[in-house]
T-cell receptor, first 114, second 111 residues
């Protein structure tokens, strides 16, 4: 079954703790993205990666970190430096540079700081 | 970077009427414009897209128009139905392959 999978669906974190959100795809896509969704603010780009071992900051990268050691995996770490981490996080992937095709989204992870 | 603005933020229409959502973008190099529908608690899913060499595209009750000169594109839904109720996002993809989204429009179709 092909697709993009995020886990967990719900995540609770204590203040001051780092937490890592998982994103895996078996679509053989080169490009992967992380977005944050807050009410009334749409989807804001956190980080993106066009190829393995390379990634770039998006509009709101502060307090987040990523890695891209494998083509199919793009985990996002929300660090304690992120002041307002409670949000809905969406991972997406697309074929890659130069090809205008759709981005496929995971089902999202809702992170709540308690 | 690219800046995508979307209007209106909320839209209510009677069942059977048409709905129009408009977006503008800032980067003239953007060349791909998808529209996503997100139902409550679900992931965004592509409903229609248009490329910069095309002015209009239609798929059943949904159509998208693109004006490259003015840097704006619109989503048109005709004969709306209650199941069209959702949040709709426009997006623009730049030459660097980054996808920038608008802030979303919450469409409510009143039966």
């Amino acid at each position: 079954d092909g697709g993009i999978t995020q886990s967990p669906k719900y995540l609770f974190r204590k203040e001051g703790q780092n937490v890592t959100l998982s994103c895996e795809q078996n679509l053989n896509h080169d490009a992967m993205y992380w977005y944050r969704q807050d009410p009334g603010q749409g989807l804001r780009l956190i980080y993106y990666s066009q190829i393995v071992n390379d990634f770039q900051k998006g509009d709101i990268a502060e307090g987040y970190s990523v890695s891209r050691e494998k083509k199919e995996s793009f985990p996002l770490t929300v660090t304690s430096a992120q002041k307002n981490p409670t949000a809905f996080y969406l991972c997406a992937s697309s074929i890659g540079r130069g090809v205008n095709t759709e981005a496929f989204f995971g089902q999202g992870t809702r992170l709540t700081v308690v | 970077g690219e800046n995508v603005e979307q209007h209106p933020s909320t839209l209510s229409v009677q069942e059977g009427d048409s709905a129009v959502i408009k977006c503008t973008y800032s980067d003239s190099a953007s060349n791909y414009f998808p529209w996503y529908k997100q139902e409550l608690g679900k992931r965004p899913q592509l409903i229609i897209d248009i490329r910069s060499n095309v002015g209009e595209k239609k798929d059943q009750r949904i159509a998208v128009t693109l004006n490259k000169t003015a840097k704006h594109f619109s989503l048109h839904i005709t004969e709306t139905q209650p199941e069209d109720s959702a949040v709709y996002f426009c997006a623009a993809k730049t030459g660097a392959n980054n996808l920038f989204f608008g802030t979303g429009t919450r469409l409510t179709v009143i039966p």
